[in-house]
T-cell receptor, first 114, second 113 residues
Framework: KAGVTQTPRYLIKTRGQQVTLSCSPI?????VSWYQQTPGQGLQFLFE???????NKGNFPGRFSGRQFSNSRSEMNVSTLELGDSALYLC?????????????FGEGSRLTVL | DAKTTQPPSMDCAEGRAANLPCNHS???????VYWYRQIHSQGPQYIIH???NNETNEMASLIITEDRKSSTLILPHATLRDTAVYYC??????????????FGGGTRVLVKP
């Protein structure tokens, strides 16, 4: 079956712009979470959605937001981009609501802010 | 959330077993130990997970100490394709508040011919 699909894979923006990243989870998965990966900070949790509700949020400024649609697809948005937002943004989906289920990651969207 | 401590890097000979340690001394009873690996900025790949008992699958074995304060991931016959960064993660279910993964620095494993 198809894995987690993230689009776009690569994008370049300039400071002050905003960006929207998309994530299509594995069919049937209702939990989608987002992570930011940078060389300096490593992998950091952004937020998680389950059945269109944000259930948990990491320690990121309000410029980072997201949402989940009724078909479980998710988008995240970063407004007023800063150079430090350059990163690999990873989406993961899970079938189970609890912690015992496997989390499947997509290949990521690599954002470069100039 | 419990934090994990892993050695930053290790080398392993091709064909030999690779034993990757992880310390999670503050783990609590409802927290699982997960292992993922990431190859050259691809998305992390699930390897194995466990709560209390040792686990084995087609990729690896997970040995969890009786007090659950540490664990070891074993790759039984390392190949060059196993070169990656391996992350030991403690995953807590927060009930209605959802799931949250806390990644440590990982261990960069280099499998040498």
């Amino acid at each position: 079956k198809a894995g987690v699909t993230q689009t776009p894979r690569y994008l370049i923006k300039t400071r002050g712009q905003q960006v929207t990243l998309s994530c299509s989870p594995i069919s049937g998965h209702r939990s989608v979470s987002w992570y930011q990966q940078t060389p300096g900070q490593g992998l950091q949790f952004l937020f998680e959605y389950f059945s269109e509700t944000q259930r948990n949020k990491g320690n990121f400024p309000g410029r980072f937001s997201g949402r989940q649609f009724s078909n479980s697809r998710s988008e995240m948005n970063v407004s007023t981009l800063e150079l430090g937002d350059s990163a690999l943004y990873l989406c993961a989906s899970s079938l189970a609501e609890g912690a015992s289920g496997e989390l499947f990651f997509g290949e990521g969207s690599r954002l470069t802010v100039l | 959330d419990a934090k994990t401590t892993q050695p930053p890097s290790m080398d392993c000979a091709e064909g030999r077993a690779a034993n990757l340690p992880c310390n999670h001394s503050t783990i609590s009873g409802n927290e699982y130990v997960y292992w993922y690996r990431q190859i050259h900025s691809q998305g992390p790949q699930y390897i194995i997970h466990g709560l209390k008992n040792n686990e084995t699958n087609e990729m690896a074995s997970l040995i969890i100490t009786e007090d659950r304060k540490s664990s070891t991931l074993i790759l039984p016959h390392a190949t060059l394709r196993d070169t990656a960064v391996y992350y030991c993660i403690v995953r807590v279910a927060l009930g209605a508040a959802g799931n949250k993964l806390t990644f440590g620095g990982g261990t960069r494993v280099l499998v040498k011919p």
